[in-house]
């Protein structure tokens, strides 16, 4: 619900793991009737909508650079001269660094000045991104420890970023913003590869791809540190007001583990990422490797290496990623109206849908190229449904004050289980298949094909995963909304979601608490 602007109560949800409602409504009528608190004005909505273009300006830049290996990986292996599964530990270095530090940034996210975490954030990504572009090839172990602290960068921001602008929009406005902010994954991802490979082959030398999004990234943190504002949490719900809450960080886990639809959705999460890292990282290279099978282009044997593969991939990642993320957007606006359970149901659709077209994907590549495309394009509007619509599942079945916790234990999974060991597994695998037969062109492409193999069966275990959580999602919503807006209800406004009706027996309580907080 959007309140209209008028002034409420500061909320608190205690230090439990969450309160029955009637205690809440008591504790907030209470506090109604005895204290006068000074309520903190709301952020204009011109400062929020600038707010949001910095975040997204940041985010492009995250993924951005963070895909840029992908685009130059032929040169980086034929310069430190690496087999495909260790040529993967570059990414999953990376992601394990981001993953482990993850919690330990939701949790001075949910304490502490989030603006002032994701700047010192952002600084470490800029400058350890640009010093990985200056490794020599004696030294691959540095270029790892390096990615490895870039990983340290970006966790502080991805885990944070996503709560700002929760508490800066709510309804379906908010919908639509996130939906703006997470159609920045592909789109970064896909101008990564573009950026990288372009160049790469404009300068002769891979390391000059990894000096771009640092230098766009100085002007990513000037804006952050002048135009992005740090909300109070839950201000979007309460006007402004705030929601505070104290509690260890193990009440926090324990109320996101008793949280069925957040286990159940991060789950569904974590296929997602397997799936949008495995293909990620090894499209442009399996696409360069099938047209070297079938004789339509030469082995990559020093470099600058044919960039044609990444550009197209970037571009169909690209558009694939933008009408993906908005459609699913859309989708989740258009019948969440009438099913409570739309959000998971889409993103359970988007998975078990991407799981024939990555079946179709892999074994066009042996004979069309131009057919692989046309199924990459369809698996990643499928994977790109997701997006937009998981994120915000998760701002709707978590409280204010344990959405930093909350992202950053979605985000350790996600990566730990999902894209942090896909592409590691693919390259395992290929090598291992490729092992078996003399070396060949032929047969370094089929090795890479049947090991991805692998990318459909997680799709469809997600999709699974998804049904699961739509079973609970209706009631987790109603628990949050009873928390955050359990103080006196204003009057909807037009671009507001359906208010929650409660049962009598809910209105019995509520009537018989407050008469009993006015008596006393």
Known sequence: MEPKDRPMPRCSLGSGSGLPYSSFVNSLSSRSLTEEEKEKPAISPRRSYVALAVLCYINLLNYTERYTIAGVLPEIQEFFDISDSTAALIQTVFISSFLLLAPLFGYLGDRYNRKYIMIGGLSVWLVTAAASSLVTESYFWLLMLLRAMVGIGEASYSTIAPTIIGDLFVGTRRSTMICLFYICIPVGSGLGYITGAGVAHLTGDWRWALRITPILGVVGLVLLVFLCPNPTRGAAETHGAGVTGKSSYLEDVKYLLKNKSFVWSSLGVTAT????????????????????????????????????????????????????????????????????????????????????????????????????????????????????????????????????????????????????????????????????????????????????????????????????????????????????????????????????????????????????????
């Open 273 to 520: 990422a397997f799936l949008a890292g495995a293909l990620a990282f090894w499209a442009p290279t399996f696409l360069s490797r099938a047209q070297v099978s079938q004789g339509l282009q030469l082995p990559c044997i020093k470099e600058p290496c044919n960039p044609t593969d990444s550009y197209i991939f970037g571009a169909v990642t690209v558009v694939a990623g933008i009408l993906g993320a908005a459609l699913g957007s859309g989708l989740s606006r258009w019948f969440g109206k009438r099913f409570p359970i739309a959000d998971p149901l889409i993103c359970a659709i988007g998975l078990l849908g991407s799981a024939p077209c990555l079946f179709a994907t892999i074994f066009a590549a042996s004979t069309s190229i131009p057919a692989t495309y046309v199924f990459i394009f369809l698996t990643e509007i499928c994977i790109s449904l997701n997006w937009a619509v998981m994120a915000d599942i998760l701002l709707s079945v978590v409280i204010p004050t344990r959405r930093s916790t909350a992202e950053a234990l979605q985000i350790s999974v996600l990566h730990l289980l999902g894209d942090a060991g896909s592409p590691y597994f693919v390259g395992l695998i290929s090598d291992a298949i490729r092992k078996s037969k003399p070396a060949t062109v032929d047969w370094s492409f089929r090795s890479l094909q049947y090991s991805l193999l692998l990318c459909p069966v997680v799709g469809i275990l997600g999709g699974l995963f998804f049904f699961v959580n739509s079973i609970y999602i209706n009631e987790d919503r109603k628990a949050v909304l009873k928390l955050v807006e359990g103080a006196p209800q204003p009057q909807q406004d037009v671009n507001s979601e359906p208010p929650i009706e409660l049962s009598n027996e809910d209105k019995s309580n509520h009537i018989n608490n407050a008469s009993v907080n006015i008596v006393s």
